[in-house]
Each structure stands twice: as structure tokens, then as C-alpha cells.
């Protein structure tokens, strides 16, 4: 069993920054990969990036080249780096760690982007 803890989401302007973590409650070594989805309201939850055991990382078109995921061994959490934010990243956004054969998911945390 893997528990996900999200936190760093809140309000902020267009164009500012946020950095959601997702803390793990075991070694993320041991941990295949982790994911950032978000949902907007009355919208489907999308992958908008990942990053595997073996630092590959991948992003969604809409969040390329303004948001960053990364990991940090040392306090086992999967980190979300959000530049350049715009009104339409408004949304929950969710944790998942993959550790085969189970997905886990985070309980979310709002970023809200005022324009």
C-alpha cells in the first residue's frame, strides 16, 4: 500500500509560479513511476505529465515547456514545477504513483489561476 500526499496548490495570478509536491509514504526508489493529472470542472482528468523510475519524463502539449516534474529521493516526493501558469490550468490536480501491479492516487490539490 502506497499513500500520496499533495500539497502546494492555491490561488495565484496569470503568470505566476506554484510547486505542487506529492509525498510518498514509502522509498520512491521502489516506486515505477509517477504522474500528475488535473480535472477541471465538467472536464475529463487528463495526464499532463510523468516520470519514470529511470528519469524519462513526459509532458502533455498544453503544460510543454511551462511545467517541469522531477523527484526527490531524499524526501521521497514527485515534484511539479508550474511556470507561466494561465487561467486554463485552473483545476484538481492529482498525484499517482505506479508500483506494479497497483495504482495508487493522492486525494488532489486545487490550483486556482486568476486572470
Known amino acids: 500500500q502506497v499513500q500520496l500526499v499533495e500539497s502546494g496548490g492555491g490561488l495565484v495570478q496569470a503568470g505566476g509560479s506554484l510547486r505542487l509536491s506529492c509525498a510518498a509514504s514509502?522509498?520512491?526508489?521502489?516506486?515505477?513511476?509517477m504522474n500528475w493529472y488535473r480535472q477541471a470542472p465538467g472536464k475529463q482528468r487528463e495526464l499532463i505529465a510523468g516520470?519514470?523510475?529511470?528519469?524519462?519524463?513526459n509532458y502533455a502539449d498544453s503544460v510543454k515547456g511551462r511545467f517541469t516534474i522531477s523527484r526527490d529521493y531524499a524526501k521521497n516526493t514527485a515534484n511539479l514545477q508550474m511556470n507561466s501558469l494561465k487561467p486554463e490550468d485552473t483545476a484538481v490536480y492529482y498525484c499517482?504513483?505506479?508500483?506494479?501491479?497497483?495504482?495508487?492516487w493522492g486525494q488532489g490539490t486545487q490550483v486556482t489561476v486568476s486572470s
Open positions: 516520470i519514470t523510475s529511470g528519469g524519462n519524463t
Open positions: 499517482r504513483a505506479y508500483k506494479y501491479p497497483m495504482n495508487y
Open positions: 514509502i522509498s520512491i526508489f521502489s516506486i515505477d513511476a
